[in-house]
C-alpha cells in the first residue's frame, strides 16, 4: 500500500492530550497516512489507557516496542507488580488499567504482544525504541540494548560535542526514542546527529511530544507537559 505519508511519533508515556494534540497540529489522516510509534506508551501520565484506545483506531500503524511497554504488558499478562516499574511511572498506568475491564484489558494484551522490536521501511529507515550495537546486524542485536540500552545515542552525542567523526551503520536513517533530549538541548525541539534522529523531547516530565514526516523532516509538537496539566 502507498502513503501519503509516514509520520513517526516519540515517547507518548501516558499523555494522551499530547497524543491528540500532535495527531491533530500534523493533521493525521489515518486513512492515508501511517503512523509509526518509537514505543513507550505508557507511564508517568494518567492517561495509558486512552492513548492505546487512540493508537488501536489507527489501521496503518507501526508499533515498536519500548522498555515501559514490556513491564505494562508483564503485568496484563501475569498481574505481578514489578517494584522497578511501578517506581519508574508504573503506578498511573497501573491505575489507568485497572479502571478498565476485562476485554479491554484482553485487547491491550494482544496490542502489546504485536508490537515489533524494530522496524525497516521500504527506504532503508529503521526505527527502533533504544538503540543498537552498529557492528552488528539486526537479527544478532540483542533485547536489552533494543530496548533499554543507549550505547548509539551516546556514541552520537560523544562525536557531536568532541567534533569526532559520526560512527558509521548501513542505515540510510535512524528514529529513536528512550533519551529525552530535553536533559542537553532544553528547547525541546528534535535533534539529528549524523544520520540519526530522537524524537524524544521528554513529555514524561517536563518536555513535549513530537511527530514528525520521515520523508520532510516537518515536524509538528505538543505542548509542554506542564501546560496540559498532565501531572
Known sequence: MA????LCVGDIHGAHKALVQVLERSSFDSTQDRLISLGDLTDYHPDSDKVLDTLLTIPNLVAVRGNHDIWAEEWLQTGERDSLWLYNGGEATLAAFERRDDTTQERYRR???KQLPYFVDQDNRLFV???IDPVLLLKE?????LFWGRSLWTMATHSEMLGLPFPKNSFHEIFIGHTPTSKIWP??????IGNIWNLDQGIKRIGRLT??????????QSDFAEELELF
Open 187 to 192: 528547547d525541546c525541539k528534535p535533534v539529528h
Open 111 to 113: 496490542f502489546f504482544s
Open 211 to 220: 511527530i514528525m514526516d520521515v520523508s520532510t523532516k516537518e515536524y509538528w
Open 3 to 6: 502513503f501519503r505519508r509516514t
Open 129 to 131: 525504541h533504544a538503540s
Open 141 to 145: 542485536q540483542k533485547e536489552d540494548e
